[in-house]
């Protein structure tokens, strides 16, 4: 069997707020199909351009629809590119899969996802008390 390996570049951040275990990357043509049968992807009907670019997944659902807030979905859709992110506990993993990042383009990558990073932790939806 022939080997196959994948490079790509991921900033990585970390805050005393507890993120939900969650991961979101671009949604494409069989993830709808896959969905049909298994019906594993959060979406939102309050952002339907939001449910249909991404696929959202995590095993605490109540948790991510409360940090994924309207204001949080918005900011996500306004990306021309679309973005991956996991995260779980303190950790939030910002990427664009399989994609490297040039060394000439390190830090405007770094400025960008420092800025989602932030706009993450700081969604209402980690200061909303768990009903």
């Not at 049968?37 to 109540?62: C, G, M, Q, T, W």
């Not at 899969?97 to 960008?112: I, N, Y």
């Amino acid at each position: 069997m022939g080997k196959s390996s994948v490079s790509q570049t991921v900033a990585s951040f970390s805050q005393d707020q507890q993120l939900p275990p969650f991961a979101l990357r671009p949604e494409h043509f069989l993830d709808r199909i896959g969905d049909a049968l298994v019906h594993n992807d959060i979406d939102f009907d309050s952002n339907p351009e939001f449910s249909k670019r991404y696929l959202l997944k995590s095993p605490d659902e109540a948790g991510t629809r409360r940090l994924f807030t309207p204001s949080l979905l918005t900011y996500l859709e306004q990306f021309q590119t679309n973005w991956c992110l996991e995260g779980t506990g303190p950790l939030l993993i910002v990427y664009h899969s399989g994609r490297s990042v040039s060394p000439s383009d390190l830090p405007a990558f770094l400025e960008e996802t420092s800025r989602i990073a932030r706009t993450v932790f700081a969604s209402e939806g980690l200061r909303k008390p768990v009903a």
